[in-house]
């Protein structure tokens, strides 16, 4: 069986996703959607994604359901505003050009992620009043990029969640967005049969790659490994801002490509401060032959 590049190229990306989705309990999409944005149009990747997305999300719920009772009533708030971005967001997919889409999508990941990087703590006093709204965002910019997970991991980091905590109240509303977003897509006419290839493709990738990546997990650094990843995302989300800017004509490609740099420097900033001031590992401490009988 012969692949093209695009093919070839997905599996990979849908792999380290799936890596990565399966040692932090979130970034498949944003990591797999930014290069694939690259060979397709959101309209024909987000319905291939959205099924995947099911299944992935609801074993990181499985794997984290202990902490559930005490993060069901902070994140209720949040599931209802899902409903309103979801349809929102599925209408606009299924009008708006698809270049455009693509423009929206980096243009809104990029910010994210930087700030997720920088480990901006702002924690939000309101949180009942804002989980609504902030709900209804999240809805909208997953049914539009098959994304949320940057936005959420900043919210629930600003809140204090503690690790399980984060995992499990994350897992319950990406099971929630995707479900709705299945429906919403098929309601909508938005499944083919370029998605249906597109699924196929990935799925080994995903089966293979969140195994890995839970077994990983626990021999690294978390949030080094974390850091790393964000960087990724970084690089690959500033290459496909440029590129969409000079598609679209916007600006001149040897100028667009200057969004690139940019991010590209910023990030690596902040990831050598990250590194600077990461406590150094303990050395084992040798014990003493003081006092030992022979």
Same mark, same amino acid.
């Given at each position: 069986?012969? /692949?093209?590049?695009? +093919?070839?190229?997905?599996?990979?990306? +849908?792999?380290?996703?799936?890596?990565?989705?399966? !040692?932090?309990?979130?970034?498949? #999409? +944003?990591?797999?959607?930014? %290069? =694939?944005?690259?060979?397709?149009?959101?309209?024909?990747?987000?319905?291939?994604?959205? @099924? %995947?997305?099911?299944?992935?999300?609801?074993?990181?719920?499985?794997?984290?359901?202990? #902490?559930? $009772? +005490?993060?069901?009533?902070?994140?209720? @708030?949040?599931?209802?505003?899902?409903? $309103? &971005?979801?349809? =929102?967001?599925? /209408?606009?997919? #299924?009008?708006?050009? @698809?270049?455009?889409?693509?423009?929206?999508?980096?243009?809104?990941?990029?910010?994210?992620?930087?700030? *997720?990087?920088?480990?901006?703590?702002? $924690?939000?006093? !309101?949180?009942?009043?804002? =989980?609504? $709204? /902030? &709900?209804? &965002?999240?809805?909208?910019?997953?049914?539009?990029?098959?994304? #949320?997970?940057?936005?959420?991991?900043?919210? /629930?980091?600003? *809140?204090?969640?503690?690790? *399980?905590?984060?995992?499990? !109240?994350? =897992?319950?509303?990406?099971v929630a967005e995707s479900f709705f977003t299945a429906l919403a897509y098929y309601s909508l006419g938005l499944y083919s049969m370029q998605s249906a290839r597109i699924l196929w493709s990935i799925i080994p990738s995903v089966l293979l790659g969140i195994p890995i990546g839970s077994y990983m997990i626990h021999r690294i650094n978390p949030e080094s490994f974390r850091r790393i990843c964000m960087s990724f995302d970084v690089w690959v989300v500033g290459f496909g801002l440029s590129k969409v800017l000079g598609d679209l004509q916007l600006i001149d490609t040897p100028f667009a490509f200057s969004v690139l740099v940019a991010a590209v420097l910023i990030d690596a900033w902040m990831l050598f401060v990250f590194f600077y001031r990461l406590p150094p590992k303990p050395e084992p401490r040798e014990e003493s032959n003081f006092g030992s009988s022979p």
């Open positions: 069986m012969s /692949f093209s590049s695009e +093919s070839l190229t997905l599996i990979l990306i +849908s792999l380290l996703a799936a890596v990565v989705n399966g !040692a932090l309990g979130y970034g498949f #999409s +944003s990591i797999t959607v930014p %290069v =694939a944005l690259i060979f397709y149009t959101n309209r024909i990747l987000n319905p291939a994604l959205v @099924p %995947v997305e099911i299944v992935v999300n609801c074993y990181v719920l499985l794997m984290n359901r202990a #902490s559930l $009772p +005490s993060v069901w009533r902070r994140v209720f @708030p949040l599931l209802l505003g899902l409903i $309103p &971005g979801i349809i =929102a967001g599925s /209408f606009l997919l #299924s009008r708006l050009n @698809p270049g455009w889409i693509k423009l929206a999508t980096y243009s809104l990941l990029l910010p994210l992620i930087l700030l *997720q990087a920088a480990g901006i703590r702002r $924690p939000i006093r !309101a949180e009942k009043a804002l =989980a609504l $709204p /902030f &709900g209804t &965002g999240v809805g909208f910019l997953y049914s539009v990029t098959t994304i #949320s997970g940057p936005p959420m991991a900043l919210m /629930f980091n600003n *809140q204090g969640y503690v690790k *399980q905590e984060f995992r499990g !109240a994350l =897992a319950m509303i990406r």
